[in-house]
């Protein structure tokens, strides 16, 4: 876990360095409780554009909006996968007084912190919040202005499912952003599990969009499966990433489903507009019910489902057993 925590220090120390530029002007937080008439204003910050992520800011907003009906109001940034669109956005948020900020990834939770110490704060779509952080993984509750629920399938369920599919198959790529925090947490994490399993396991690490398109070559030349976990650069890019695994017929499991839809043969995957729901109550019970965010304890996936792609599936040659569920 020490490399994920550095990791995790640099990406927030980053941000943090970046958000000394927005100017900011925190309010006290108030122990009253909440105007019973009272219009809140949600500030939702979205790291890109793209199925999973959108998914949990409908969910989020939905859950909102059941409970509160008129009385809540949403200003939403898409920050198409820039950090310091993520930081401009948060500090707008609190400016404005907004009464919590939606955090919906790693990097516009990192952004969020790191400009704000009262404004609540609820993350979805965060492989592990306390790492995000800087904290020690195991610690169930931040005791900050920070809570949310992961989006972290088991990497013991994921490797199973891959062993289930291809047992006699030898050699996995695993294939990821390094700069992508949640994803790097993933990608080697489900290692050494793979490996115990008995294959040969290679990480196939990239930095960007630009070097995508090489390392997934090499990932397909070198596997007989590839991995990738739920990232972010993969999903913004997974046209590239098909056109190659399809060229080279090896197949691809993930751990998101939109994914898998654009790129994927199999996948076990939570479903992001439950997340955003669950997360959007949690809102509900900070800014209604006056909950302390810092005590909220981080919530998880209440179920992953096995899902595939049969187009794909067929024409890889991939037999699924009928327990798992198509993606239209």
């Known amino acids: 876990m020490k490399v994920f925590r550095k990791a995790a220090a640099a990406a927030l120390a980053a941000v943090m360095t970046a ?22 204003n949600v500030g939702i910050c979205q790291y890109a554009d793209h199925a999973a992520l959108n998914k949990a800011s409908e969910g989020f907003k939905k859950a909102l909006s059941d409970k509160l009906g008129n009385r809540i109001t949403f200003t939403e940034t898409n920050a198409a996968a820039d950090t310091n669109a993520c930081i401009t956005a948060c500090g707008a948020f609190v400016e404005k007084n907004a009464d919590l900020i939606f955090a919906n ?14 404004t609540p704060i609820v993350a979805a779509s965060v492989t592990d ?21 992961t989006d972290m399938v088991p990497l013991k369920d994921q490797a199973d499912m891959l062993h289930e599919l291809f047992p006699d198959e030898k050699k996995v790529g695993v294939l ?4 992508d925090l949640g994803s790097t947490v993933q990608a080697q994490g489900i290692v050494p599990v793979l490996t115990d399993l008995g294959y040969e396991v290679k990480e196939y690490a990239f ?22 976990p739920a990232d972010n650069a993969a999903a913004l890019n997974a046209s590239v990433i098909d056109k ?4 080279k017929k090896v ?12 790129c994927g043969a199999v996948t076990l995957t939570p479903d992001y507009s439950e997340m955003g729901y669950a997360a959007g109550e949690m809102a509900y019970d900070i800014l209604l019910l006056g909950s302390d965010p810092g005590t909220m304890k981080f919530k998880t996936p209440d179920k992953v ?17 009928d327990s798992y569920v198509k993606i239209e």
């Open 19 to 40: 958000a000394v530029l927005v100017g900011c002007n925190e309010q006290p937080a108030t122990s009253s409780a909440p105007d019973s008439s009272k219009v809140f």
């Open 251 to 262: 197949p691809i499991v993930t751990a998101e489903e939109g994914l898998c839809a654009d």
């Open 129 to 149: 919040i306390a790492v995000a952080l800087g904290f020690e993984s195991d610690i169930t509750a931040t005791g900050l202005n920070v809570t949310g629920v």
């Open 244 to 247: 190659i695994a399809s060229d």
């Open 207 to 228: 930095k960007n969009a630009d070097e995508l398109e090489a390392k997934t070559k090499a990932a397909c030349k070198s596997s007989d499966v590839i991995y990738i």
């Open 105 to 118: 990834g790693t990097i516009p939770l990192q952004a969020a912190y790191a400009v704000t110490a009262e």
């Open 176 to 179: 990821y952003c390094s700069e």
């Open 305 to 321: 489902v096995k899902k595939y792609v049969p187009e794909r599936c067929e024409k890889l040659g991939v037999s699924v057993p």
